[in-house]
T-cell receptor, first 115, second 117 residues
Framework: KAGVTQTPRYLIKTRGQQVTLSCSPI?????VSWYQQTPGQGLQFLFE???????NKGNFPGRFSGRQFSNSRSEMNVSTLELGDSALYLC??????????????FGPGTRLTVT | AQSVSQHNHHVILSEAASLELGCNYS??????LFWYVQYPGQHLQLLLK??????LVKGIKGFEAEFIKSKFSFNLRKPSVQWSDTAEYFC???????????????FGTGTQLKVEL
């Protein structure tokens, strides 16, 4: 079974621009979560989508947004990029059904550099 | 708010030495607990997980972890490490009562393990 895939793998943007990152979960997985990984802050939760609805949200400004499509694929968008947004953005997928939680499987990440 | 502490930031061991990495969390309710590993140049991989039942859980590659509820701990152990275990190890917690059963993981800061030949 194919793992979580993320595109693009690397991205360089300029301050003030916006960016869209894409994630395709493992087949059959309906929950997609996004995390930001930086040397200073470590791994931080951004948001989770399940059945096209945002179910949990981390402590990030409104410039960070996401969505999920009917096929469970997800995108996250960062508008008005700042230097501090440079990070590895990780997507994780999980089965998740009802009130139960399942383990999450991570993709390779998108390395975003803001100049 | 939920927090996760990993006390050892860098650990250096010789091959065949025993390993124990500490992990403590702050949430007093029901939790799901995980250890993830990130090998150099690779993505995060699930090492082991605890949802309920036997507090001693076994994972891949000979790793195990023990959930001690009274100590809010989930320490990772391996009796004999190998050079190939060199990686960064992350403890993660899903505080079920705070996430509505969802998938919000709070991660520790990670422990960089180096195993020397």
């Amino acid at each position: 079974k194919a793992g979580v895939t993320q595109t693009p793998r690397y991205l360089i943007k300029t301050r003030g621009q916006q960016v869209t990152l894409s994630c395709s979960p493992i087949s059959g997985h309906r929950s997609v979560s996004w995390y930001q990984q930086t040397p200073g802050q470590g791994l931080q939760f951004l948001f989770e989508y399940f059945s096209e609805t945002q179910r949990n949200k981390g402590n990030f400004p409104g410039r960070f947004s996401g969505r999920q499509f009917s096929n469970s694929r997800s995108e996250m968008n960062v508008s008005t990029l700042e230097l501090g947004d440079s990070a590895l953005y990780l997507c994780a997928s999980s089965l998740r059904a009802g009130g139960d939680s399942y383990e999450q499987y991570f993709g390779p990440g998108t390395r975003l550099t803001v100049t | 708010a939920q927090s996760v502490s990993q006390h050892n930031h860098h650990v250096i061991l010789s091959e065949a030495a025993s390993l124990e990495l500490g992990c403590n969390y702050s949430y007093g309710g029901t939790v799901n607990l995980f250890w993830y590993v990130q090998y150099p140049g690779q993505h995060l991989q699930l090492l082991l997980k605890y949802f309920s039942g036997d507090p001693l859980v076994k994972g891949i590659k000979g790793f195990e972890a023990e959930f001690i509820k009274s100590k809010f701990s989930f320490n990772l152990r391996k009796p004999s490490v190998q050079w190939s275990d060199t990686a960064e190890y992350f403890c993660a917690v899903n505080a079920r009562g705070l996430t509505g059963g969802g998938n919000k993981l709070t991660f520790g800061t990670g422990t960089q393990l180096k195993v020397e030949l």
